[in-house]
């Protein structure tokens, strides 16, 4: 859906040096079969506040719900890691993936997309977990 960005390529080619080394954490779902499908960060921004990002799954496994399996392993995890703020960063073209955000607990917010949203030049959403759902 998109072209990666500078940092997508830091991100994702050194995970350890970025998301690991700075306080954050990599989940990653495993199918029996066929392998690890997904993958789910959250990368640390200051103490208590992180950005869930680089959430995927595998073409070959969309429609096993893995995404929402994911997403919701990590936001059992997340109120102990991310005690302030638990944010993503997305775009209105991804309106799948929006809905299971919304679906599970997270809301728009501006002043989240004031803060971070200059992050990626793709970024034209902003969401905050609430934990509402």
């Not at 496994?61 to 997305?90: C, D, M, W």
Request: net charge positive.
């Amino acid at each position: 859906m998109f072209v990666l960005e500078p940092v997508d390529e830091d991100v994702i080619s050194r995970p350890k040096e970025f998301i690991i080394n700075n306080g954050g954490h990599i989940w990653f779902a495993k199918h029996p079969t066929l392998g690890v499908i997904g993958a789910c960060a959250l990368a640390k921004k200051s103490e208590g506040v992180f950005e869930l990002t680089k959430m995927g799954v595998a073409s070959n496994a969309r429609g096993l719900k893995v995404g929402e399996q994911l997403l919701q392993y990590v936001l059992t995890l997340a109120p102990s890691i991310a005690h302030n703020t638990l944010f993503l960063l997305t775009n209105k073209r991804c309106e799948a993936a929006i809905h299971l955000y919304l679906k599970n607990g997270f809301e728009h917010c501006k002043e989240t997309m004031n803060k971070y949203g200059s992050a990626y030049e793709r970024c034209n959403v902003a969401m905050r977990y609430t934990g509402k759902t």
